[in-house]
């Protein structure tokens, strides 16, 4: 909504335009205003969110606060201050008045924006490898009760590629097994604006809970080798490593909003196990994602294992996988290739010079070019 000019007083329009929602955004020029209406009295409030800049007026009212659409960081209506215990984190409030029947809203604010100081998230440190040997984490992609476990046949390959890792090539290693941490979905912030979607993710900084912060903290930071396990389900990846997948947007969208690519100098490689094929199909959407990322790869980057379609005696799968020493030394000298690659690249310092757009963003966002 775009009001009419004058001098120190604006005049935004009909004040029972107002009464109709809760909460209006206005356009003050480069300006933007919350105008709210709550039992019948106007409030406003600046329409630039402390956090990271979402459209209060956007928003909603719940009770005396105006809810951010981004985040749902809160703010009173009328004052601008935060939610109680979060008082002094505050956005500028308005003068308004009604005259004539028009609403009017003086251009100088009452109060100033005031953000409360907060130490940035551990994951948002500058990228820097430490010193040490080649660092590996391998990430099991199966949905498993870990109190009534079964035999998983890629954590088994999983965990021989990680031994060998440790013991023949002198890396560092971890593992994560994605079902025993807690971690909730994409709840889609990206949907609502490419710059509601953070890094690092808005559920991390905002869920202490929340333990994605360990698969960011691996692949960004710690590790210079990732190895991905998945079984096959339904001719697809399992469905933990795309919720996994998910919540990674936050990496990738740091390309497209800040021109910042978070994966330098890493690796990754893969493991398919499946009791049904689809191999190849599986195997190209995990290329093409932690190519998105950022990831080299090593020559031939996964090994594979399936029954095929005709074969559903997975207990015979299972055998095969335990006993099965080709398989092992698949495993073995595809983490050997990655490792040798992520000693290559360290030792040549590849990638360290910024990538302008890479990937796919090699341009920049139409509503960015057009303005």
Known sequence: ???????EWQDLGPAKDFKQNPVTEVRLGKTTVAITCRKGKFGAISGVCNHVGGPLGQGHLDGDY????????????????????????????????????????????VTTRNKLPHPPHPLARALRREEG???????????????????????????????????????ATRLLKLDSLKFRNCEGYYSKSAHACTWPCSITQM???????QVYEALVHWADVVLVATPIRWGAASSLYYKMVERLNCVQNQITIRDNALIRNKVAAFLIIGGQDNIQGVAGQLLGFFSELGFHFPQFPYIAHSRGWSAEDMENNVVFVEHSQELRTGARDLTRRAVELAQALIAQGKGSAKVCRPGRKAFRMAHESAS
Do not use: N
Request: aromatic share 8%; glycine share 8%; proline share 8%.
């Open 133 to 171: 040997p080649v660092r590996v984490v391998g990430i099991s992609a199966t949905v498993m009760d870990r109190q009534f476990p079964r035999v998983s046949t890629s954590e088994l390959l999983l965990q021989a590629a990680l031994d060998h890792a440790k013991k023949e090539l002198g890396c």
């Open 66 to 109: 105006v809810v951010c659409p981004w985040h749902h960081y809160k703010f009173h209506w009328r004052t601008g201050e935060g939610e109680p215990g979060f008082e002094a984190d505050r956005v500028p409030s308005y003068e308004v008045r009604v005259k004539g029947g028009r609403l009017l809203l003086r251009t100088k604010p």
């Open 207 to 213: 869920d202490p809970k929340d333990q994605m912060d």
């Open 1 to 7: 909504m775009r009001p009419a000019k004058s001098a």
